[in-house]
């Protein structure tokens, strides 16, 4: 499975962006894509999932603020980021888990740490930079 996120870039503060993240591999074993933002060397912050019921789920920062969709036909996960802060300034990854059933954002922070990397892949990131 490999992911690839695109769309990043350098936005002023109250300004938009809109990530995308092409997956490819065998997709329909999928249970859960999202978005988690993390830094070489900093924390993972889950920013957002969407599962195979189409249910989506926010980290509380993000909140009215951003959208996570999705185009199955094409294998891509969208993320819709709008009223960016400074404080979104992160570089931004996609994930996707299969394996045994849990909730989505848990899944994505568990990802790594007590569930097993077998069980997802991420992409490399692409960086959103907000200007204040």
């Known amino acids: 499975v490999q992911m690839v996120e695109s769309g990043g870039g350098q936005v002023q503060a109250g300004g938009s962006l809109k990530l995308s993240c092409t997956a490819s591999?065998?997709?329909?074993?999928?249970?859960?894509m999202g978005w988690f933002a993390q830094a070489p060397g900093k924390k993972r912050e889950v920013i957002a999932g969407?599962?195979?019921?189409?249910?989506?789920t926010y980290a509380d920062s993000v909140k009215g603020r951003f959208t996570i969709s999705r185009d199955s036909a094409k294998n891509t996960l969208y993320l819709q980021m709008n009223s960016l802060k400074f404080e979104d300034t992160d570089l931004y990854h996609c994930?996707?888990?299969?394996?045994?059933?849990?909730?989505?954002?848990?899944?994505?922070?568990?990802?790594?740490?007590?569930?097993?990397?077998?069980?997802?892949?991420w992409g490399q990131g692409t960086q959103v930079t907000v200007s204040s």
């Open positions: 994930v996707a888990i299969w394996g045994p059933r849990q909730e989505c954002l848990s899944a994505i922070k568990a990802l790594g740490v007590t569930l097993p990397v077998d069980y997802g892949a």
């Open positions: 591999g065998k997709t329909e074993d999928f249970y859960c």
């Open positions: 969407i599962d195979t019921d189409d249910i989506k």
